[in-house]
């Protein structure tokens, strides 16, 4: 039996002291870890898995202590509230006097991981601005939201700020049907995102690229795979041939920790055939570090005469086009992408899903008027 502890997860035992919910964890297949809480009350032990898996390696420990960070404070709300209940009493007894960041939390736990991002962004902002966590909902106002709207765009591309900021206001609604307050003090507040055009290939462009030599062949095998599956590189980089199955594509993705499944187009497998006689390990890719990528990608565009300004992430563009341009559906074309919801496909492709819909306009008979 393996006893190997990853570092970020060494620390449980003294986290665990003196708490009666105990933060636990159970390695997975795929070689994550996955947290969860264990408590016994009245004789009977409860689990509580929270869909937070940790990586325990050396890259990831700053993620992975993210995440820690973000359970304790979880399992301190809980310990808070399995007190009240079991005492009959309540900490605070006036609605709008409950502590927003506490209330944050737990509709976050209910949501994914966007909805985690977010809440950290929050706690950066109030951090910023040296303010004190325990806010209740009193205290914010108009201009606080504002500020926190202006701080996260100062920090991120404006889509995800204002992904974030959509979440940060539809907590207030929530808080406005559970009867907390009677208005939203962001109301009124807006980040408009700038549509940025998504650089993508053509199908015959990837076919010139197949067909055009390139200094490292693990790369442009990775590229064009991606191109037709859709997998960002973080996912190229750790899938393994393990993770084909029943000509499926099973993997779950690094940035969202969603599980994936995408049907095997016939390109991807012939470059996993190909792979197979170039690789001498489990992983299907061995890829070097994203600024040597870089460089043999504009070398490799160069010989083939593509001009375009073209990363690695462009693949996974050229996917999703491909998908929306031979008419696969936007909830489909989100689920292969991993995206957590169609509005977010949308959003992202939004210039071509509008020359789609003109297109489709274009398609309806005239008559004469």
């Not at 709008?96 to 509709?107: A, D, N, P, Q």
Request: charged letters at 25%; one cysteine or more.
């Amino acid at each position: 039996m393996n006893s190997y502890v990853p570092r970020i997860l060494t620390g449980l035992p003294n986290l665990n002291e003196s708490k009666r919910i105990k933060i636990r964890y159970r390695k997975l297949t795929n070689d994550l870890y996955s947290i969860y809480f264990d408590l016994i009350i009245h004789n009977t032990r409860q689990r509580e898995f929270l869909k937070i898996y940790l990586r325990g390696t050396n890259n990831s420990y700053k993620e992975d202590k993210q995440k820690l960070n973000y359970v304790v404070s979880l399992r301190d709300f809980r310990e808070t509230e399995l007190m009240q209940k079991q005492h009959g009493f309540e900490l605070i007894n006036t609605k709008r006097e409950i502590v927003f960041l506490e209330y944050l939390s737990r509709l976050a736990e209910k949501k994914n991981k966007n909805w985690f991002s977010m809440l950290q962004q929050f706690k950066h902002f109030l951090k910023h601005k040296k303010l004190n966590d325990n806010l209740t909902f009193s205290e914010i106002e108009p201009k606080l939201c504002q500020e926190f709207a202006d701080f996260m765009l100062s920090n991120l591309k404006d889509i995800t700020a204002k992904s974030y900021f959509d979440k940060f206001k539809s907590c207030f609604a929530h808080a406005i049907r559970a009867g907390i307050i009677e208005s939203n003090p962001a109301n009124g507040i807006h980040i408009k995102a700038k549509v940025v055009k998504k650089e993508y290939l053509t199908i015959e462009e990837i076919q010139i690229l197949i067909n055009t030599y390139s200094q490292n062949q693990h790369v442009k095998n990775a590229f064009i795979f991606s191109c037709f599956s859709g997998l960002r590189l973080s996912d190229i980089n750790s899938i393994k041939f393990t993770d084909i199955q029943d000509g499926e594509i099973k993997i779950r993705q690094r940035k969202t920790q969603n599980l994936v499944t995408i049907p095997l187009h016939k390109i991807v497998y012939f470059v996993i055939e190909q792979q197979k006689l170039i690789t001498k390990n489990d992983y299907i890719f061995n890829l070097p570090s994203k600024t040597w990528i870089s460089v043999i990608l504009r070398k490799w565009f160069q010989a083939a005469k593509i001009s375009k300004n073209i990363t690695f992430h462009n693949s996974r563009h050229t996917f999703a086009t491909l998908c929306i341009s031979n008419d696969i559906d936007l909830y489909t074309t989100s689920k292969l992408l991993g995206h957590s919801s169609v509005k977010t496909t949308e959003q992202v492709y939004a210039n071509i899903t509008d020359k789609k819909k003109r297109d489709a306009i274009k398609r309806i008979p005239d008559i004469k008027i």
